[in-house]
């Protein structure tokens, strides 16, 4: 990639999006794990009610 595409790419939306989801990696991988406990909880918690 010469450096007349590769500025071309740094303006383009796909290259936000692409920084966006780098910033927010951590935070992300976060709450997959936090959701996958509130899941895994409620699959119990209805298991022991039944």
Known sequence: MN???YKKYKESIWYK????F????HL???????LA???L?????????L
Do not use: A
């Open 17 to 20: 999006i692409e920084r966006f």
């Open 3 to 5: 450096k007349k595409e």
């Open 28 to 34: 992300m991988e976060f709450i997959r794990t936090v």
């Open 37 to 39: 406990f509130i899941v």
């Open 22 to 25: 780098d910033r927010h990696n």
């Open 41 to 49: 909880s409620l699959q119990i918690f209805i298991i022991t009610r």
